[in-house]
Each structure stands twice: as structure tokens, then as C-alpha cells.
């Protein structure tokens, strides 16, 4: 039988240790800040940015939500920035990408304080990252690293495939699987579009993460059996049914099922950890620059 990694029920569980360190906070005078940045008329961000602000609500934090006209200057956002940087009841800033052509994403990422980065993309927080010594780790592989660790899979030894090489998921997932930690010390190969013979390098895998945004790329017969498979692709592909289409993951779930010993559904695996895993974040850059020691699940 394989397991079906819950994410909802890990990523509600990380909420409610959360609420118990925000509370902490609170007994101190201190109430965490997130400020969330949209200079987008894209419906999907718009979306992912208010589930942001409802999960900060109820979990206790406070949620600032700005908008900026897609069509104004990269100054204006550059301004907006600068201003909730100096904010000092401002603990967390978050730009949600992507911005708009006209808009260096990479200057954008540089401009916000490193310790206010709850997304972890400023170089200074990657390079630490990579360095072992995390300020912020990204919010989707840590919410992998919480599933791995929930589901007892041991990461130390293990053969580890990442399918994607990008900067939010595929390399800092690499960087913190080969840490040498105890939820790290894995031999972790990252693949890519560039890659030959992808099935014979996910077959390797014990723990296969796959990050293409590619519907249903890997099938059962790309894995080993017993693998533990982390799907983390949200693709939407037409159905016949209401909505006119359904979300798939990078996995062909049917046929992998087959081979994996535990599994991530999509949706419902890795989506929710990435929103508790900001929630995560804010609440320790809240900490840190408060100076208020908080337990963090
Ligand atoms: P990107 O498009 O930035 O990166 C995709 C990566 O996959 C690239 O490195 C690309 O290679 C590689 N790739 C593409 N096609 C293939 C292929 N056929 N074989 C092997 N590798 C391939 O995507 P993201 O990392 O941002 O997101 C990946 C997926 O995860 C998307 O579906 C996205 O929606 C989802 N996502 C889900 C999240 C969640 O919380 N569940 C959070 C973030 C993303 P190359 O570098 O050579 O182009």
C-alpha cells in the first residue's frame, strides 16, 4: 500500500505550533507584520496572494496588502520596497513574482532587507543558505524537508533526485538536501530539460522530488519501487467538468502508485506547506529582529 503524504494535515499542525510562538510574541508586546507586494493583474497571483493574507489572519499575523498598478515604474516598486524596509513594524516583505517585464525580478530581490526576505531569494539569504547556515530557507523545500521528516523517511544516505533546477524550488532544495544535517547528508542529483536519459537518473531515486511544471512527466515506470515521491508540479490541463480544467502534478499519479511507498497528492501535498512555511518564516524573522525567543515547529 502506498502512503498518501497529507500535506493539509502536516501543514495545519505547523499552523497551530506556529500559533503557540506567535502568542509567545505577543506576551512580549510583539505582533509579526507580513506585508505582501502585487504588481500583477494576473489572476494566479492575484489568488496566491490573498490565500497569503487569509493564512496570516488566522494563524494571528498581521497581514499588510499593497497593490501597485502593473503598468507603473520599477521606482514606484523600488519606493514601496524601501519604505516597508525602514517600517519597523514591518517584519516580513514579500514581492509576489513574477513582476512585470518592465521590472528587474533579480533587482527587485535585492533591494528587500535580508532579514525582512520570508521567501529567502535575497542573494545574501542564498548564500547562506548554500553556506549551511540558513536565515530564511525557501518556502517549498522546507515544507518538502517537514514532509520527509513527518513521513520518517531517513534523508541521510539516501539517493535523492530533484527533477528542475529552479531558483524557488530545484536548486535550494539540492542545497538543502547535501547539508550536512540531520534532515540533510542526502546524495542528491538535480535534473533538468537538458538532461539525457532522465528515467535512468530517477530510477536511482529513493526520494524523487519532481519540480518541472510538466504534467504527469514522471510515470511509474520512471521510478524505483518503494521510492518516496514528492510531487511538487501544479499543472492545470482541460477536463470536462465544470471548471473546464483540473490540476495535475508532475507525477503520473495513477501508475506511480504502483511503485512509490508514500506519495504526495496534487493538490493537497506540497501547496499547503509552502503557505505554512511563510508563516514559518515570518514568525522567525519576527523573532530575530525582536530579539524574543520563540519555539519553532
Ligand atoms: P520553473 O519553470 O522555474 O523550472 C522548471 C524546471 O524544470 C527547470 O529547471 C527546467 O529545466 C525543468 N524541466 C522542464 N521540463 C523538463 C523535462 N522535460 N525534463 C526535465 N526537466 C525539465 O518551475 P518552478 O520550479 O517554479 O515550478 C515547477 C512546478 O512546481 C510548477 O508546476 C509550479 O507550478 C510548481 N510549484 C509548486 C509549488 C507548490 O507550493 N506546490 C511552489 C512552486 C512551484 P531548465 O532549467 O533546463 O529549463
Do not use: W
Not at 253 to 276: D, H, L, N
Amino acid at each position: 500500500m502506498t502512503k498518501i503524504i497529507d500535506g493539509t494535515e502536516v501543514a495545519a499542525a505547523i499552523r497551530e505550533d506556529l500559533s503557540a510562538g506567535i502568542d509567545t510574541l505577543a506576551e512580549a508586546g510583539e505582533h509579526p507584520t507580513l506585508a505582501t507586494v502585487l504588481m500583477s493583474d494576473d489572476p494566479a497571483s492575484e489568488t496566491y496572494v490573498s490565500m497569503k493574507q487569509d493564512d496570516c489572519e488566522e494563524v494571528g499575523i498581521e497581514a499588510i496588502d499593497i497593490e501597485i498598478d502593473p503598468e507603473a515604474s520599477a521606482s514606484e516598486l523600488y519606493g514601496t520596497i524601501d519604505e516597508l524596509n525602514a517600517d519597523e513594524s514591518v517584519d516580513g516583505v514579500l514581492v509576489q513574482m513574477p513582476v512585470p517585464d518592465h521590472v528587474d525580478k533579480r533587482a527587485v530581490l535585492r533591494r528587500i532587507d535580508p532579514a525582512k526576505d520570508v521567501d529567502g531569494f535575497h542573494p545574501e539569504n542564498v548564500g547562506r543558505l548554500v553556506a549551511g547556515d540558513a536565515r530564511f530557507k525557501p518556502c517549498t523545500p522546507h515544507g518538502i524537508q517537514k514532509l520527509l521528516a513527518h513521513v520518517g523517511v531517513e534523508t541521510a544516505g539516501a539517493e535523492a533526485v530533484i527533477v528542475g533546477r529552479s531558483e524557488i524550488v530545484g536548486k535550494p532544495m539540492a542545497n538543502l538536501l547535501i547539508q550536512r544535517s540531520p534532515d540533510g547528508n542526502a546524495t542528491t542529483t538535480v535534473c533538468h530539460s537538458q538532461t539525457a536519459d532522465l528515467a535512468a537518473k530517477t530510477r536511482r531515486a529513493d526520494i524523487l522530488i519532481a519540480a518541472a511544471g510538466v504534467p504527469e512527466l514522471i510515470d511509474g515506470s520512471m521510478l524505483r519501487s518503494g521510492a518516496v515521491v514528492i510531487d511538487v508540479g501544479i499543472n492545470r490541463v482541460d477536463a470536462n467538468n465544470e471548471k473546464g480544467y483540473e490540476l495535475v502534478g508532475d507525477v503520473e499519479f495513477e501508475t506511480a502508485t504502483e511503485k512509490a511507498s508514500a506519495i504526495t497528492p496534487v493538490p493537497g501535498g506540497v501547496g499547503p506547506m509552502t503557505r505554512a512555511m511563510l508563516l514559518y518564516n515570518t514568525v522567525k524573522a519576527t523573532s530575530q529582529e525582536r530579539g524574543v525567543a520563540v519555539e519553532l515547529p
